[in-house]
């Protein structure tokens, strides 16, 4: 799993995490302490605190609020409605999404849709129509029909957590008219914290009367009293902005009420008009951010200006125009007026007036979503593949649908989760997304975890009592994902690195003991928390916490608590929540103790049954095509061979191309995984390019009756192709026996038979089911069933049932196999069955290959699934492909 921050660890342990150099002398002790070396403690003085290079952004999850904050004003290019949206920053998929079958959602499909929509609703009677109001012509939308479907579900049931105010503003909504409803969706889909330029809004084929539509959303309502006050949340040490409404209300903002500030107005500017603009000012700058910082640094700085080089002369023709208002543009400021009211004018003159998305009113539609989507995280795409799903002709499997409305215990609960939510965004902020924190950001995530601290604690009593007495059938498991203890949980555990940093250790210990000692929340993190723990106690507990009597001496204590780390190392090999990507380094872990505790060899756990080896190494010649630089109309041969010793033409990093060697004689090109497979088939494998395809298709196949298992609340509409809880830490727990039991059913051979029976069951109905392809041949997967040992591929299995959102990529390329008829590979492997590491014959053999070209390495998830498999008994090669002739063709 890739972290991106791990606490340090001593340089033998095969931990996850990064070696860090603290400081000789203990801040928070106030005394010396002298340090192992195998732990680099004494490398240098003020090396954590250190600025390094700054990491790079993550781009694959985008935080709660982070498109949402008000201090950041982007850029108003590209607002009209022909924008492409997949140029936005990617967001992390809902469940709910993600629970969904693959679904078009493209321009054709939401224009299909509403056509069906508007043919639909003209075939209601006259009255009907004209009495309810359910349709005008020309005026349907899936996003206003997406959006309204949220508040309507969420408003049936969960409306206790609105107060009379909110309550107001939805009834509000509801009046509003179909254009100013379907301007205020598709900004609300957009940068929602942006100005937008009215004059190049578009929506022209959507909106008849534009102006009419702004006017409705900028027109300021009276509202009652809101029955709720404001709270203070933990780890929250001041309001944000906008998260109540007041005594009136708008839907948007105007731009001439609301832009005062040079900066902000600035920022409208695209970069021809800030050119211009600059030009007439005379300041310089190579790009929109330099002259932004220049122009505003002129405004601020000079007293001049140079106004008087601006003002027009006093010829005949301007005499003759005083008194005649002149136009914005031409005004020239008094001596000693605003200079950034002055540019402000200029700039919004140039702009036309803005629209922008009241705060307050759009916190409250967010609240909404995250009550209907039980996720913080949604998109455009979110909105429209509900609706989607709805009309598409697909087959799924059968299930009770459950979708709770006491999610949210209370509206106060549903307050300080989005707060906490918050609060963990920056945290996140500091830790992932501005390079490697300082000292100064490290001692602001401690005071919110000193903050936190207390009411996480008070929280987990809570949640456990409830375990105990009321979730009796699993209901807890998916809902506590929207509790802030949940959001609390992660915050401490990024507090304990953070106590880390300072060379806490005594509290740093305290905290994981703590995290351990409950099992409610971020149940896939416990791996990692018994690693640190262990770590802790073998190098720096006998410093900190007491030992027994009778260990006088340093090196005594040091043993007492290098036997409690072996026995952390034990409890978290035994502990059925530690997930099976963290047993290696337990395991390594627990034999590097053992040795060092001197314990008797016959005494000693054994773990040579999942030793690690090296992936073997496999290397295939071919033909690879490059693709020469245009050639001039003379060139008589395009095509022309050279030795592979010439340096090559191709960019580095980009896909390669090959000949097929199966098909050599017709020059059909191929990929460079597609070259190597057909190699491996001619040594007698069968194979398949899949990388984990295969993998979840047998997941599919084997887990079926357990994913569709009735849990309260993962199961929201009839049309999912997995529980809503399958992509996070939640599943496993919820079903833990179910799939202990059907583990060691696979584990005893009967993969074939449930494989089988699915088959049978749905292959004519093609069924939806998450990660299952029905183009795989049944008559393959039952050989690899056959040649898949049981034990190995139970283990492969419980990699994905405990992390199946996280455990997509890394997969080898090449799934191959053979069976005991398969012709062998001349390596002595050609027999009718085959020995694995268990010492029993079966039916085949299976194998995963990895395929590398020059200059690629392994990345951290392939070398985690490397060790899966390997540990698992599984062969896995890395396959090299080297070109034996390089041809150059147009």
Known sequence: MSRSFTPEQDTDSTSNGQNSSPSKHNAMLGKTILHPKSTNYDEGNEEDFKTPPAKRVKRSTVQYESPRKRNVVPDSDADSEDEVYDEEPRSRRTDLESALPPIETD?????????????????????????????????????????????????????????????????????????????????????????????????????????KAISDLQLERDLPKPSSQVERHAGEFETPEGTTLGSSFTFADRSEDCIRDLEEASSLLLLDELKALAKDFKVQGKNK????????????TQTGLGFASLKRSNTEETTASEGVEQDSREATPARGENRDAYFVGKIMAETGPCIRLS?????????????????????????????????????????????????????????????????????????????????????????????????????????????????????????????????????????????????????????????????????????????????????????????????????????????????TCETGLQDQLTHLIYHHDLQKRTTKLEKALKIPKREQHEFAHVRLTKPAERTFHGIRIERAPTLTRSSSNPTFRRSSSQPPTTNRGSKTIW??????????????????????????????????????????????????????????????TCPLDLHTDAFYPSRMSEVTARLNEVSNGGAEGLVRSVWEEHAERRTCVVGLDWGFEVRDLVEICRAWEGGALASAMKVLVQEYGQRGGGVPDLFLWRTGEDEGDGEGSGESRYVGVEGVQRKGEVMFAEVKSENDRLSDTQRMWIDVLSGAGIRVELCHAAASEVRVKT
């Open 107 to 211: 321009k054709e499909a939401i224009e299909a849709y509403e056509a069906t929509r508007a043919a639909e609703q003209a075939e209601l009677g006259l009255k009907e129509r004209l009495d309810g109001r359910k349709w005008e012509r020309g005026m349907t939308s899936i996003y206003v029909d997406a959006f309204n479907l949220a508040l309507d579900t969420v408003l049936e049931d969960e409306s206790h957590l609105f107060d009379e105010a909110e309550h107001a503003v939805f009834k509000t909504w509801r009046d509003l008219s179909y254009e100013a409803q379907y301007l205020y969706v598709r900004l609300f889909l957009r940068k929602t914290s942006s100005w937008f330029r009215i004059n190049r809004l578009g929506y022209h084929s959507d909106i008849a009367d534009l102006p």
């Open 289 to 300: 951010k330099e002259l932004l910082r220049a122009f505003r640094r002129t405004s601020s």
């Open 359 to 567: 705060l307050s009113v759009l916190r409250l539609f967010e609240r909404v979503h995250l009550v209907f989507y039980r996720s913080t995280e949604w998109t455009e795409k979110s909105l429209t593949t509900i609706i989607l799903a709805r009309i598409a002709r697909r087959n799924f499997p059968q299930y009770i649908v459950s979708r709770s409305a006491n999610i949210f215990a209370s509206r106060p609960l549903l307050l300080e989760f989005e707060a906490a939510i918050r609060t963990q965004f920056k945290v996140d902020n500091i830790l992932e997304f501005n390079g490697t924190p300082r000292k100064d950001d490290l001692q602001v995530i401690l005071d919110i975890f000193n903050d936190v601290y207390d009411r996480w604690k008070v929280l987990l009593a809570e949640e456990q009592t409830k375990e105990d007495s009321i979730y009796c059938t699993g209901e807890g498991a998916y809902l506590r994902r929207l509790s802030p203890a949940w959001v609390y949980t992660r915050i401490v555990h990024k507090g304990a690195f953070v106590l880390g940093k300072f060379k806490d250790h005594k509290r740093e210990h305290q905290i994981l003991s703590e995290l351990l000692a409950q099992g409610l929340f971020h149940t896939s993190r416990r791996g990692d928390w018994y690693q640190r723990k262990a770590l802790l106690e073998e190098h720096y507990m006998h410093l900190h916490l007491p030992s027994p009597p009778e260990c006088k001496d340093a090196e005594s204590k040091k043993k007492h608590w290098r036997r409690i780390a072996l026995q």
């Open 659 to 720: 000949l097929d060697p199966a098909s050599a004689e017709t020059d059909t090109e191929c990929s460079v995984e597609e070259m190597c497979l057909s190699s491996y088939r001619a040594l007698g494998w069968k194979g398949y390019h899949c990388e984990s395809g295969i993998l979840r298709t047998l997941f599919a196949y084997l887990f079926l009756d357990i994913l569709f298992l009735y849990i309260p609340n993962v199961f929201q509409t009839e049309f999912q």
